[in-house]
C-alpha cells in the first residue's frame, strides 16, 4: 500500500533507501540538514521538506538514518522532535547504528507518549542501499515491528526480530565485532601463508574449503584476486570504511562495558582499528588493516 513517509537523514545510505521507497510508491517527504541532499531525493522523486516538522505532519511512518546516538536522541526528543511532531498512529523506524543506550532511551520515551518505535539498523553497504538488499535487524514488540516490517521490506531483503527495543543496535553491534576479529584474523593468516612460501590463491582455495573459512576471506577477501569485486582490488577504496567500523567495534566495547561481557579479541580489535586508522587507514576500507600487519603503513 502507498502511504506517505518522511525520511530524515538523506547520507550516504538514506539516499538510497529513501529512493527505493519512493520507487516503490510511496509518497516521501525528505528533511536532511543539508539542502543539498534534499534536492537531490527531489531529482529522485520525493517532496523536500523546509523542516522536520514539514516532513513528519501527516506521515504514516518515519524513517531516521542519521550518523550516532546524540543526532537520534535530538532528532526524537524535545519540543520540536519527531515525538512531538509526529501523527500519534505513525510507526517510527530508526535504521542507523547506535548506542544500546541511546536507542532504548528514544524507544521509552516513545511508549510513554503511546508512539510505535523500533530500532531496524541495517547491514549491509551503500550498495544494498541503492539495491535494496539491506538486512534489517529489529528491536521492538512484536506489534512495532510488524507494523515497521512493509516499510522496511521495500528497502531489504530481509527483516529479521532481534528482541525487545534495543535488541536491533545489540545484534548489530555483535555482528560487527564479530566481522572485525575475522578480518583481522583472515590478514594474519593470508600474511602468514605468503611469508611461508604459499600462494595466496592457493591458500585461499584450500582455506575457503577448510575450517577457516568465513565472510571475510570468501567474499571479501583481503587480497587482490580471489574475490573480484573485494575493495582489494580496488586498493582498498571502500566499501566499509575503517572508520565506521572502528565506531561499531567501540559502541560493542562499550556495550560490553555495560553488560560486563568479556571480550578481549574484541577490545584488540578495537585497539588495532584506531591504530589503522591514526596510521593513515581512514580513507580505507577495513580489509585494507592487512597493509598495516605487512608493515606497509603504520607504526
Ligand atoms: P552520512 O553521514 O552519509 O549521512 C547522515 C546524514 O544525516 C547526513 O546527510 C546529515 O546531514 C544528516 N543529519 C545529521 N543530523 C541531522 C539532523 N539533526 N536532521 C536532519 N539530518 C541530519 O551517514 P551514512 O553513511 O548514511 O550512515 C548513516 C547511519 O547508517 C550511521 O549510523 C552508520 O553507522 C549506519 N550504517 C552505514 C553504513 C555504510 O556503509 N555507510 C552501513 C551500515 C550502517
Not at 535504521?95 to 518505535?117: L, N, W, Y
Not at 551503500?126 to 528491536?139: D, H, I, Q, R, S
Not at 569485486?229 to 562495558?257: C, I, Q, T
Amino acid at each position: 500500500d502507498m502511504a506517505r513517509i518522511a525520511f530524515i537523514g538523506l547520507g550516504n545510505m538514506g539516499s538510497g533507501m529513501a529512493a527505493n521507497l519512493v520507487r516503490a510508491g510511496h509518497e516521501v517527504h525528505a528533511y536532511d540538514l543539508n539542502a543539498e541532499a534534499v534536492k537531490a531525493l527531489e531529482a529522485k522523486g520525493a517532496t523536500g521538506a523546509a523542516s522536520l516538522a514539514e516532513a513528519v505532519r501527516g506521515a504514516k511512518a518515519v524513517v531516521t538514518m542519521l550518523p550516532a546516538g546524540k543526532h537520534v536522541r535530538s532528532v526524537y526528543e524535545g519540543e520540536d522532535g519527531i515525538l512531538n511532531l509526529a501523527e500519534p498512529d505513525a510507526i517510527l523506524m530508526d535504521c542507523s547504528t547506535i548506542d544500546v543506550d541511546s536507542a532504548r532511551h528514544v524507544a521509552s520515551e516513545a511508549e510513554k507518549k503511546g508512539m510505535a518505535f523500533v530500532d531496524a539498523p541495517v547491514s549491509g553497504g551503500v550498495a544494498a542501499a541503492e539495491g535494496g538488499t539491506l538486512t534489517f535487524m529489529v528491536g521492538g514488540s512484536e506489534e512495532n515491528v510488524e507494523k515497521a516490517r512493509p516499510y522496511l521490506a521495500d528497502m531489504g531483503k530481509a527483516v529479521i526480530r532481534a528482541g525487545d527495543a534495543g535488541a536491533g543496535q545489540a545484534a548489530k553491534i555483535c555482528n560487527n565485532m564479530l566481522l572485525a576479529i575475522h578480518m583481522i584474523g583472515t590478514c594474519e593468516a593470508i600474511n602468514l601463508a605468503q611469508k611461508l612460501g604459499l600462494d595466496a590463491q592457493n591458500f585461499f582455495d584450500i582455506a575457503s574449503k577448510a575450517s577457516g573459512q568465513c565472510w571475510s576471506l570468501t567474499s571479501y577477501c583481503p587480497v587482490p584476486g580471489p574475490v573480484p569485486a573485494a575493495p582489494s582490488n580496488r586498493d582498498y577504496k571502500p566499501g566499509f570504511a575503517a572508520p565506521m567500523m572502528l565506531k561499531d567495534l567501540r559502541l560493542a566495547m562499550d556495550a560490553a562495558g555495560s553488560v560486563e561481557a568479556s571480550t578481549p579479541m574484541g577490545k584488540r580489535a578495537e585497539n588495532l582499528y584506531t591504530a589503522f586508522t591514526e596510521a593513515g587507514g581512514d580513507d580505507l576500507d577495513f580489509s585494507g588493516i592487512i597493509k598495516m600487519l605487512r608493515g606497509e603503513i603504520g607504526e
